[in-house]
C-alpha cells in the first residue's frame, strides 16, 4: 500500500536513508560541491535543504512527504503553492520505479491538491522522462515541450 507520510524529524531520517540507497544525489537535490556521491557533506545539506524548503516555518515554502510503500520509505513527494497553482515533485528510488508507485502518488498528490483549493496543478520534467511525460499526459495535463523542459498544466475546477 503506498501512503504518503508528512515530513517530519523522523521521517526526513528515513527519507535521507532512501535517497542514500536508490537514487543520485544530483536527482533530488541541489548540486553539492565535492566528489560524487552521498558524501557527508551531501547528506548534511540534503537534511538542510529539507529542513529550510519544509520543516522551519520561518523558511518553508512546500509541503512534503515521505512516500512510502507497505511501511518502507521509497522516495518523496511534494506540493509547493505558485499564485493560484500548486506545483508537484516526486522522486522514487530505482529498485521501485516502474511499478506503479508514481502514479498513485501522483493521484495522492492530486487530492491534496483539491482540498488546498489550488486552481491548477502543475509539474515539469525532462523532455527524455517518457515515464513522466506519460504518466502527467494521462493525468489529463497539457504538456508544453520548450528544449530540453516540459511542463505540465492540468486545471483542477
Known amino acids: ?14 527519507l535521507l536513508e532512501a535517497a542514500v540507497a536508490g537514487a543520485d544525489p ?9 566528489p560524487p556521491g ?4 551531501r547528506r548534511a545539506a540534503f537534511l538542510a535543504f529539507h529542513h529550510a524548503r519544509s520543516l522551519n516555518p520561518a523558511t518553508a515554502v512546500e509541503r512534503t512527504w515521505v512516500v512510502d510503500v507497505d511501511g518502507v520509505a521509497v522516495g518523496a513527494a511534494r506540493l509547493e503553492r505558485h499564485g493560484d497553482a500548486v506545483e508537484a515533485g516526486i522522486w522514487l528510488r530505482r529498485d521501485v520505479r516502474g511499478r506503479g508507485i508514481g502514479t498513485q502518488v501522483t493521484a495522492l498528490l ?3 491538491a ?3 483549493g489550488a ?3 502543475i509539474a ?4 527524455d522522462n517518457h515515464s513522466a511525460r ?10 508544453t515541450v520548450a528544449g530540453e523542459e516540459v511542463a505540465a498544466d492540468l486545471p483542477l475546477s
Open 114 to 116: 483539491q482540498r488546498s
Open 119 to 121: 486552481a491548477r496543478f
Open 124 to 127: 515539469s520534467t525532462t523532455a
Open 26 to 34: 544530483l536527482e533530488v537535490m541541489p548540486p553539492v560541491e565535492g
Open 38 to 41: 552521498w558524501t557527508a557533506a
Open 134 to 143: 506519460s504518466l502527467l499526459g494521462g493525468i489529463g495535463a497539457a504538456l
Open 1 to 14: 500500500m503506498t501512503v504518503l507520510t508528512p515530513l517530519d524529524e523522523p521521517a526526513l531520517v528515513r
Open 110 to 112: 492530486l487530492a491534496e
